[in-house]
C-alpha cells in the first residue's frame, strides 16, 4: 500500500527544488515554507514505508522488496529504474530525513538575513535531499551512482553559497570558492573510481541490479579477482566521498559554507554515503578477507589521524569536521573487521565466526546513525553559537554558557554522546565497534593488523574526549572573550528547538538496540545476507558482555581522562597548554595546527603533476585536435580559393578543361587493363 509510492520519497524534494527554484523568489520565506513542506513530506512517506516493511512478511522472509522498471539497454546490458527497501534502507531513511527536516526549520532563522538568495539556498538544500534520498532507495548501482553525483553537484553548491559577498568580507568569499572547487575536484577522484568499479562489476554479473549481484549463486560464478578489483574501485569512491585517508583534506575547508550546510553535508547526508555504500555492498566486501583488512586499516588510520588534527584547532566548525572524520573511521574499521571475520567464516564454513561478522556490521550501521544524531546537534549548536557572536574562533569566545543556556548543554550532551560517556548513544556503538575489532585480530594469519587498529581506536577514545571538551570549555567555561561580551543571547526558537529534539536523540538513540533495532541492521551471510539478529545471540546479550567487558571499562577510563584535562587546562586553568607545546613553537604543535601539512602536500602535488598535465593535455587539445580541424576547414577554403580562379566565364576554357579530364581518364583506364593482364 505504502511501499510501492517509494518513488516519491526522492521525486517530493526533487519537485520542491523546481518549484522553489522558479516561483520563490525576492526576500521572503515563501521558498523555505516549502522546502520545509516537501522534507516534511518526504519524511512521512519515509515513515509509512519504513513501518509497512518492518510489519510486512518480506521483512521475515526475503529481507527486502524491490520493484523495477527498464529504464535502457546497451547490447545485451538491461539497466532498470527502481526502489530497493531494505533494513539498511529503513534507518538511512528514518535519520536522514528527520535531521534533514529539522535543518531546514533550523536554517529559517539562521538564514533569515540572506535576502533574494534565501530561495536559491533553499532550492539547492531541497536537491540535495532528493540526492541523498534517491541514494538510499535506489535498486542498482547505475542509479545510485546518478544520485551520488547530484549529491557532488549540490555539495558544490551549498560550499560555495558565499563565494560572492561573504558575512566576513572577500577573503571569506574566496575561501569559500576555492573550499567549494576543492571540494569537487577531491571527490570527483573518488567518483571515477566508483564509475569504474561498476564497469567492473557490469561486465561481471551482467547486471547492476542489487538483486542480481548480491545473489550468492551467482556471486559464486563470478571470477573473485573481479569481486576484488570492483570492491577496491568502489572503495575508493567510498574514500573520497567519507573523507578517509587520503582524500580526507577536503572536508574541514567545506566548512566555509553555512553551518547548515556544515550539519547537512557532515551529518545525515553526504558523507555517510560513503559508509552507506560499502554497508550496502557488504556482501561483495565480504568475498575477500584481504579487502576488509584494508578498509578497516583505512579506517583506524583516518580515526587517529583526524582526531590529532582537532587537538590543536581553534575554528569550532574545523574541531567539528575533523571529529567527522574522525568518526567516519570508525564505522570503517567496524565495517572492516566485521566484513573480516564473515569472510573468513564463509571460507572455513564457521557459523560463529560469521555471527561475529555481523556484530561488526551491526556496529558500524548503529554508529553512523547515533553520528547522525549528535553530530547533527553539535553542528546546529555550533551555529548557533556563530549565529550569536559573529566568528568562529573559540579563542574570542568563553564564558556563554550564561548567555545560551540551551545551546550550551543541548552541546554539552553531544559531546558526552561523542566522547563515549556511559548509557549515552555514542558510549553503546563505539564500544560495539572496538569489541569488534578485538575479535577480529584473534583470527587469521593477518588478524593481528586488527590489534593494532583497536590501539589506534582506543586512543583515538582519548583523543576525542579531550578535543570535544576542549572545544565546549573554551566556548562555555571560563571568562567572557570579547566575542562574548557583544553576544546577542540565545538564538530564537526556530533553531534552538531542532538542538533540542537532537540532543533527546544523542542521548537516547543507543537505547534502541534494546528494542529490536539490531534485527533491523544485523546480517547472516549464512542465510544469503537477510536480516537477523545481533551476532546470533541478541541485543541483551551484547549489552551485558559489553558491561562486564574489562576493555570496556578501559574506554571508559580514556574518556574520562580526556574530559578531565580539558577541565584543568581551558575551564580551572590549573595546567598551562602552552607548557606542552612550547607556547605553539614546538614541532609536534606546528604538525597539528598545519594538519600534518596535507594541504602543502596536495598543492605541492597539484603544481607539481596537475599543472603539467594540465598544460600538456592543453597544448594537445590546442595543436592536435584543435589543429586538426582547423587545418581541415583551411584546406577546404584554400581549395575554394584556388577553385574560384577557374571560373573564367570562356567556354573555350571549359572546352579544354573537359577535354583535358576525358584524356586523364582515358590514359588512366588504359594503364589499368594493361596492368591487369589486358582484356
Known sequence: MFIEYTWLIPAIPLIMFVIVGLLAKGDNNRGGGLAILG???????????????????????????TESIKWFSIGGYEITLGYYVDGLTCIMLLFSTFISLLIFVYSMGYMDDQGKRKSRYYAEISLFLAGMTGLIVANNYLMMFVFWEVMGLCSYLLIGFWSFNHPQGDEASDNAASAAKKAFLVTRLGDASFMAGLFVLLYAFQSLDFTEVFNVAAIGNV??????????????????????????????????????VSALIHAATMVKAGVY??????????????VMLFVGLIGGITAILAASMALANNNIKKVLAFSTISQLGYMFMALGAGGYLMALGMNNSDPALMALGGLGYTAGV?????????????????????????TEDMREMGGLGKKMKSTSITMMIGSLSIAGFPFFSGFWSKDLILDTVLNASKYGSEGYLFAIVWILGI?????????????????????????TETCHGESPKSMTVPLWLLAIFAFGSGFLLLFGLDGIITIDAA?????????????LYWVEHMLTNPYTYLSIGLALIGIFVAYLMYSRFAVNPGKFNKEGTSWLYRALENRWWFPQF???????????????VNAFDQKVVDGAV???????????????????????????????GMSVIFVGALLFIYYMGGM
Open 602 to 616: 596536495y598543492d605541492w602535488v597539484s603544481w607539481t603533476f596537475g599543472y603539467k598535465v594540465g598544460k600538456t
Open 527 to 539: 542465510n544469503g545476507f537477510l536480516v537477523g539478529t545481533l551476532a546470533g545471540e541478541g541485543a
Open 277 to 290: 555504500l560499502v554497508a550496502r555492498s557488504f556482501p561483495l566486501f565480504t568475498q575477500s578477507a584481504e
Open 366 to 390: 548503529f554508529h553512523m546513525l547515533n553520528h547522525a544524531f549528535f553530530k547533527a546537534q553539535l553542528f546546529l549548536g555550533s551555529g548557533s553559537v556563530i549565529h550569536s557572536t559573529g
Open 39 to 65: 522534507a516534511l513530506a518526504t519524511l512521512v512517506i519515509s515513515v509509512l514505508v519504513v513501518y509497512e516493511f518492518l510489519t510486512g512478511d518480506a521483512y521475515a522472509t526475503e529481507g527486502f522488496v
Open 459 to 483: 586512543i583515538t577514545v582519548l583523543m576525542t574526549a579531550f578535543y570535544m571538551f576542549r572545544m565546549w570549555y573554551m566556548t562555555f567555561g571560563g571568562p567572557e572573550g570579547p566575542a
Open 630 to 660: 582547423n587545418g581541415l576547414a583551411s584546406a577546404v577554403v584554400e581549395s575554394g580559393e584556388s577553385g574560384k580562379y577557374m571560373q573564367t566565364g570562356n567556354v573555350g576554357n571549359y572546352a579544354s578543361v573537359v577535354m583535358l
Open 223 to 260: 571470477d573473485h579477482n573481479l569481486i576484488v578489483i570492483a570492491t577496491l574501485l568502489l572503495f575508493g569512491g567510498a574514500i573520497g566521498k567519507s573523507a578517509q585517508f587520503p582524500l580526507q583534506d577536503w572536508l574541514p575547508d567545506a566548512m566555509a559554507g553555512p553551518t547548515t
